[in-house]
Structure formats: C-alpha cells, structure tokens
C-alpha cells in the first residue's frame, strides 16, 4: 500500500515572497504519478500541478513548480510571488499508473496562509 | 463547459437513516470517483466507475454503495448511518484516455457536507 506524508500541518509566507511544501511517499511501484491539488474554502479540490514518476525533468506551472526526488521519493511544491489567492489546503497525491487504476491516496495536507 | 456538480451541497440526517448523493460528471467524462473528507482521516478514497462498472473499491464497509447511469451520472448510497459518517463527500470526473490519469486528471465537484445527528 501507499503512504503520502506531508509534514507541515500548518504553514505562512507574506505577499510575494516564495514557500516550499513538503511531501514524502513511499511505494514499491516504479511508474506511478504524483499530484499536487488545492482546497480553497470553496471546498473544491483544484489541480495545481503533476508530475509524471519516469521523467526525470521537474514540473512547472507559471509560478508552482516542484522538486522532485523519485529516489528520496520527495515531492515537495514551490510557490513563488505568493498571492493572497494562493491561501488553501494543499494536498499532495499519488497515483499508480497503469490499468484502470485512478485511485489517488492523499497526505494529510498543509494548510497555507498568505498574509498581506 | 459545466463543471461537476454535486447534489445537495449540505445534508443533515440522524442515525440509522440511509442517505443518496448525486454526482454529475463533467459533458463527455466516463469515470467518476467518490472521495470521503474528514479532519481526523483526511481524504479517502470510496470507489470508481466506469461505464457503469466498479473498477476500484476502497476499504469501506458495505453500507457504502455506488452505482452509475448510462448518462454517466453517479450516486452513492450510505445505509444505516453512523455519527461518523459526518463528512465532507466529493466526486471526481475524469476523461480516461492515452496517457491515463496524467493527461486526463480527477476534476472534481464541490463536495456534499453530511451531517450525522
């Protein structure tokens, strides 16, 4: 079975500035994919950013992108010019590939404040 | 295009009733999954389907049901109701194709918030 950890239960940044989130899983699968989703108050669970596990070139996505470190099994997400809109619950996911498989087991979350 | 919507928003119920939740998947989309959301668990996963078959089952009891239409609407059924069925539930559309969940990730809805008195 899967495990998705994300240590940080809470976490702050000001305006502008940059934060990292970290996530750990651990697997014996060797392709698999892993996601990084937000939560605003909204409730709904919005993409932000996916990384397939065979490639080795980090993922971007205009101001997220993220470090991963598939021997370290590491996925941590890095917000740069933080917005106030940026404020949400992140989750972190893994999903294997192959199949019919499109079940995603989630961290627990880190709940990001941006102060203005 | 419409998202995926999900029916009621907030649901109140006491013990021991059984509760239905709908799910519209976005236009064209064939998979839906169904996700369970508590502060103390965090987000689990309930089931999927596919053209109206379950592909994939979390570890829930069976009072937790599924089923979906033919217009790939989906709902979930919770029987016999227990205090800690209280949550938050949230369904997942996707478009399976090449490239598998990667080129066509989970969108999901809104979520319903379940009440257990």
């Known amino acids: 079975a899967q495990t998705v950890t994300q240590s940080q239960p809470e976490m702050s940044v000001q305006e502008a500035e940059t934060v990292t989130l970290s996530c750990t899983y651990d697997?014996?699968?060797?392709?698999?994919?892993l996601f990084w989703y937000k939560q605003p108050p909204s409730r709904q669970m919005i993409l932000v950013i996916r990384q397939e596990a065979y490639k080795q070139q980090n993922a971007t996505e205009n101001r997220f992108s993220v470090n991963f470190q598939k021997a370290a099994k590491s996925f941590s997400l890095k917000i740069s010019d933080s917005q106030l809109g940026d404020t949400a619950m992140y989750f972190c996911a893994f999903m294997k590939s192959g199949g019919s498989n499109y079940k995603l087991t989630f961290g627990k979350g880190t709940l990001l404040t941006v102060n203005p | 295009k419409a998202g995926v919507t999900q029916t009621p928003r907030y649901l109140i119920k006491t013990r021991g009733q059984q509760v239905t939740l709908s799910c519209s998947p976005i236009?064209?989309?064939?998979?839906v999954s169904w996700y369970q959301q508590t502060p103390g668990q965090g987000l689990q996963f309930l089931f999927e389907y596919f053209s109206e078959t379950q592909r994939n089952k979390g570890n829930f009891p069976g009072r937790f049901s599924g089923r979906q239409f033919s217009n790939s609407r989906s709902e979930m059924n919770v029987s016999t109701l227990e205090l800690g069925d209280s949550a938050l539930y949230l369904c997942?559309?996707?478009?399976?194709?090449?490239?598998?969940?990667?080129?066509?990730?989970?969108?999901f809805g809104n979520g319903t918030r379940l009440t257990v008195t």
């Open positions: 997942a559309s996707s478009l399976p194709g090449t490239g598998g969940p990667y080129n066509s990730p989970l969108h």
């Open positions: 236009s064209g989309h064939r998979s």
């Open positions: 697997t014996s699968e060797s392709n698999y994919y």
